[in-house]
């Protein structure tokens, strides 16, 4: 069974950092991409990062040179820094993991920005 565990997040004031980790068990299949994305009270779910399995990376333009998405592939953990946080940063931040045909979500962490 696929389980994806994520810890990092918390209530922060703007202009702060927070780091988040989202570790991957139990998958069968070669992981292709993890990425995170997250969901404001009232809003759809958005991208914030991906990475894929040769390095390369996305961001939404709301995050880019504030966040950095990074991965230890022998650990299947994905990191997001989050530096210079803004209130609208303000969300539930999901874990994703793409691996063989599947999709995976993890539960979601609450990232609170305080202005």
């Known amino acids: 069974q696929v389980r994806l565990v994520e810890s990092g997040g918390g209530l922060v004031q703007a202009g702060g950092s927070l780091r988040l980790s989202c570790a991957a068990s139990?998958?069968?299949?070669?992981?292709?991409?993890m990425g995170w994305y997250r969901q404001a009270p009232g809003n759809q779910r958005e991208l914030v990062a991906t990475?894929?399995?040769?390095?390369?990376?996305n961001y939404a333009d709301s995050v880019k040179g504030r966040f950095t998405i990074s991965r230890d592939g022998a650990a299947n953990t994905v990191y997001l820094q989050m530096n210079f946080l803004k209130p609208e940063d303000t969300a539930v931040y999901y874990c994703?993991?793409?691996?063989?045909?599947?999709?995976?979500w993890g539960q979601g962490t609450q990232v609170t920005v305080s202005s």
């Open positions: 139990g998958v069968m299949f070669s992981i292709k991409a």
């Open positions: 990475i894929i399995s040769g390095g390369s990376t």
């Open positions: 994703q993991t793409v691996a063989g045909p599947f999709a995976y």
